[in-house]
């Protein structure tokens, strides 16, 4: 009979390692795993997590270098709109795990796979989000979700790879750590509760930058290509340069409350230098830029779309009708923006671009305007608010009978 082929989204952690010797031990899987790196390891992390996994005795290990996808599909329209979930959190775990999932559902298709496995407990949001897309993409093939499915401790699944003689640090932190390019979430005793705040020990980057920093940021048609005058070739290279320069003053620290798929509230930390002045910053020079409607629109759709791929909904057809309009509105959104970098927080200085709107040949703010007379306005103001005086004055009459 020939081996069923198992295609397991792994980390290299406890319980995708479980996964492992489960599915090709006791259920019999020729299992071939794969990594998708999202930004969140070095070269050394992804070979030793090769290593693992052959050691485990998976068939084939994959390593996928999702960075650029993962910003062309998914991070870039959420600088496009503002993204941010809450308006507190910027979507960083939420974000990864479905490039992850579409990843790991291509590689299935490409093995002809006869099933496809997750790590996911019954708990959170990323079940929900990489069963949603294998039934999408892989539709027909069986979901198996071993420490989801047997309701696993932590202390059973290490016993079991004990008995399997697998050797592997199985001390866990105290504080659960994930890291991406958009941002690192961190999970700890303090976040289980409604109070609590993560002590200084457990954020990934310890302050170590105390004095003011000005950085500049330009951007080409809203994304991010230069940093203090310094030109990169994808976006995603520029967002890693700042990280490394804003990361040190403890920048982009806070803890998310939200709402998950399955209906619970959450509460998690986590540290996004990068991305809290990427998204200030971007903000600040579309003020600049963009019509009032522009902005305007822009915001509603943008919450449609965060809320949306919060909750796995990538491949709905409504996400690239969104993803049109907001890259069509950034047409004009280039130019400088200018940030101070301070400990524990960051200020916007201002903005330089050749399509601001705040333009002096137009006049200027409380003081003089050049692009209209005051008998205009007299007569703007009167019509403008003529409406609403006719709904008054027919209001006062009716009283008044």
């Keep these: 009979m020939k081996t069923k082929k198992v295609v397991l989204g792994f980390s290299g952690g406890l319980d995708t390692s479980f996964c492992v010797k489960y599915l090709s031990e006791d259920k019999g899987y020729e299992v071939h795993s794969i990594i998708v790196d999202t930004g969140g390891f070095t070269e050394d992390e992804l070979k030793r997590i090769e290593a693992h996994a052959y050691n485990l005795g998976v068939k084939t290990h994959t390593t996928v270098n999702a960075v650029h996808s993962y910003y062309d599909t998914i991070i ?34 490409q093995l002809q796979a006869d099933a496809v496995a997750h790590g996911s407990t019954g708990a959170g949001n990323d079940q929900v989000r990489f069963d949603m897309i294998f039934h999408i993409m892989i539709p027909g093939i069986e979901i198996i979700t071993p420490i989801r499915d047997l309701q696993l401790s932590r202390e059973a699944e290490i016993d079991y790879l004990k008995q399997k003689h ?22 700890g005793k303090e976040t289980l509760n409604s109070k609590g705040i993560l002590p200084e020990e457990a954020w990934p ?45 403890g920048i982009g620290r806070d803890i998310h409350v939200g709402d998950t798929i399955i209906g619970i509230k959450g509460r998690v930390g986590f540290e996004a230098a ?8 971007h903000h600040a020079l ?4 963009l019509t009032k409607w522009q902005l305007s629109w822009k915001d509603q759709l943008a919450a449609f779309y ?9 491949l709905d057809p409504v996400m690239r009708n969104i993803e049109a309009f907001l890259t069509d509105s950034q047409q004009q959104v280039t130019g400088k923006v200018f940030v101070q970098l301070l400990p524990y927080r960051f200020q916007i200085i201002g903005i330089e671009s050749p399509y ?23 007569g703007f103001s009167k019509i403008f608010g003529n409406q609403v005086a006719i709904f008054h004055k027919v209001k006062e009459q009716q009283h008044a009978q």
């Design 274 to 281: 990068a991305p809290m002045i990427i998204l200030k910053a």
């Design 205 to 249: 980057t310890q302050v170590t930058k105390t004095q003011p920093e000005e950085v500049e940021l330009g951007f080409v048609k809203g994304e991010l290509y230069t940093v203090n005058g310094t030109t990169f070739t994808h976006p995603t290279d520029a967002i890693k340069h700042l990280q490394l320069i804003a990361a040190p003053f």
């Design 306 to 314: 965060g809320n949306w791929l919060h909750e796995g909904q990538i």
């Design 356 to 378: 601001d709107l705040m333009n002096s040949k137009f006049g200027k703010y409380g003081e003089m305007n050049t692009g209209f007379t005051g008998e205009d306005v007299r």
């Design 286 to 289: 579309e003020k600049h830029v």
């Design 166 to 187: 697998v050797q592997m640090n199985f001390e866990k932190s105290m504080y659960s750590i994930n890291k991406g390019l958009w941002g690192t979430s961190v999970g």
């Design 76 to 109: 870039k329209y959420l600088i496009f709109g503002n993204v941010l979930k809450n308006n507190t959190y910027p979507l960083s775990v939420s974000a990864e795990r479905l490039s992850q999932a579409l990843h790991i559902a291509k590689h299935a298709q």
